[in-house]
């Protein structure tokens, strides 16, 4: 069974500065997909990122990026230019490319910006 | 705005009493799913739903049950209700073609907080 690890309870970084939040995984699968969610204090689950583990280019969206390193199953999420309204809870999440489209999350890393 | 709609946002109900919760998908979104996220605590799968039939049953009470209805919408049914089961209830919607598209990534509503007292 598919197993999602986010070792950093928590992680607290100064306002404009950049932080990497941390994520690794286990599959015996080759195709598949991981997710970064954003859940802020409203409690809304926000989609961050996501990577496709068939591609070897990592994932952007403008101040969010990804470090995808298959062979080592990790999936670190880099927030640059830290704003206070990063400020939230993140979750990663993995899914399989077969039918069964269930996510696996891991437990959470809340992430407090310093002004 | 995900595209995900839920009703209703909060919910009291008093312990022994059933609710429903409703979700509309994304447009052309034929999956559903459902979540529980106690406080402090991650997602909880409970079900899911593909095209008007159960796909994949997680840790969904017997007390809980759930359906799809032909234009898509979910309903969740929690009956005899009890104080631990107060927490916040996610649906979230895919289009669920199972090939390697686009599609798959999955989108939460933003969830209907029930207390139960």
């Known amino acids: 069974a598919q197993t999602v690890t986010q070792s950093q309870p928590e992680m607290s970084v100064q306002e404009a500065e950049t932080v990497t939040l941390s994520c690794t995984y286990d599959?015996?699968?080759?195709?598949?997909?991981l997710f970064w969610y954003k859940q802020p204090p409203s409690r809304q689950m926000i989609l961050v990122i996501r990577?496709?583990?068939?591609k070897q280019q990592n994932a952007t969206e403008n101040r969010f990026s990804v470090n995808f390193q298959k062979a080592a199953k990790s999936f670190s999420l880099k927030i640059s230019d830290s704003q206070l309204g990063d400020a939230a809870m993140y979750f990663c999440?993995?899914?399989?490319?077969?039918?069964?489209?269930?996510?696996?999350w891991g437990a959470g890393t809340k992430l407090i910006i310093k002004p | 705005d995900s595209g995900v709609t839920q009703t209703p946002k909060h919910l009291i109900t008093a312990t022994g009493q059933r609710v429903t919760l409703r979700c509309s998908p994304r447009?052309?979104?034929?999956?559903v799913y459902w979540y529980q996220q106690s406080l402090d605590q991650g997602l909880q799968f409970l079900i899911q739903?593909?095209?008007?039939?159960?796909?994949a049953k997680g840790n969904i009470l017997e007390r809980f049950s759930a359906q799809q209805f032909p234009d898509l919408h979910s309903e969740l049914n929690l009956s005899s209700l009890e104080l631990g089961d107060s927490a916040l209830y996610f649906c979230?919607?895919?289009?669920?073609?199972?090939?390697?598209?686009?599609?798959?990534?999955?989108?939460f509503g933003e969830g209907s907080w029930l207390t139960v007292v």
């Open positions: 979230a919607s895919s289009v669920g073609t199972g090939a390697l598209t686009s599609g798959n990534t999955i989108y």
């Open positions: 447009s052309g979104d034929l999956s």
């Open positions: 739903y593909y095209n008007g039939e159960e796909r």
């Open positions: 599959t015996s699968e080759s195709d598949y997909y």
């Open positions: 990577q496709e583990a068939y």
């Open positions: 999440a993995y899914r399989s490319a077969d039918s069964n489209y269930q996510l696996i």
